[in-house]
């Protein structure tokens, strides 16, 4: 395998639910990322590990919660979701986190729909 | 706060014809990165291209090019000799030391090509 890939592609759950999103990349990169797609907004950047240590969290439901076990592997895991957060969950990588350049390499993403 | 705007929801272009999908950004940071990404219905997002705002020249990657206007800070996409493969989410995204160099995103511009 090579990139970004996501685990699963698509998951359907009920609200009292729980489950987890896979994320593996195989770029040697630093850094990973958790973004939500919903409809008609722009991506939200959720959550941001560098070298494994979470460095940002943009006031995200504690519904969701990130790990991230090694510079190769993220995960979220998800509880008592509800039906807003049905979205397209987006995993990216890159190098590192300083610098304006800092190309970020996305996976395929999972279409989450809460129900 | 830095922000990015694309104002096309949507627009059609003829095949082998050039099209232009805007952009316009707002920082106050003298430094930044301007990126934009592809993402087809499949979900992943693809980086295209990337300009840097101390780069003199505009960024140019085969078809695509960044017509970049600092002054009117502008960084517009223009796709030449549209291809019916291009019909796809576009979005423009900018990353400065101001946001903590993470990737803020426009809304996206839906292009669709016509044979």
């Known amino acids: 395998e090579t990139g970004v890939t996501q685990t699963p592609r698509h998951l359907v759950m009920g609200m009292t639910n729980k489950k987890s999103l896979k994320c593996e990349q195989h770029l040697g990169h630093n850094a990973m990322y958790w973004y939500k797609q919903s409809a008609k907004k722009p991506l939200e950047l959720m959550f941001v590990?560098?070298?494994?240590?979470?460095?940002e969290n943009n006031s995200v439901p504690s519904r969701f919660s990130p790990e991230c076990p090694n510079s190769s592997h993220l995960f979220l895991h998800l509880h008592t979701l509800q039906p807003e957060d049905s979205a397209l969950y987006l995993c990216?990588?890159?190098?590192?986190?300083?610098?304006?350049?800092?190309?970020?390499?996305f996976g395929p993403g999972t279409r989450l729909t809460v129900l | 706060a830095q922000k990015i705007t694309q104002t096309q929801p949507g627009m059609f272009v003829q095949e082998k014809e050039a099209v232009t999908l805007d952009c316009t950004y707002d920082?106050?940071?003298?430094?930044?990165?301007l990126f934009w990404y592809k993402q087809p219905s499949s979900g992943e997002m693809i980086f295209l291209i990337y300009?840097?705002?101390?780069?003199?020249q505009n960024a140019t990657e085969g078809r695509y090019s960044l017509n970049f206007q600092k002054a009117r800070k502008s960084a517009n996409l223009v796709i030449s000799a549209s291809q019916l493969g291009d019909s796809a989410m576009y979005f423009c995204?900018?990353?400065?030391?101001?946001?903590?160099?993470?990737?803020?995103f426009g809304g996206g511009t839906r292009l669709m090509v016509k044979p």
């Open positions: 300009q840097g705002s101390y780069d003199e």
């Open positions: 995204a900018m990353r400065s030391a101001n946001a903590g160099n993470m990737l803020t």
């Open positions: 990216a990588s890159s190098q590192g986190i300083r610098g304006p350049y800092n190309e970020q390499f």
């Open positions: 590990y560098s070298l494994e240590e979470r460095v």
């Open positions: 920082t106050s940071d003298q430094s930044y990165g």
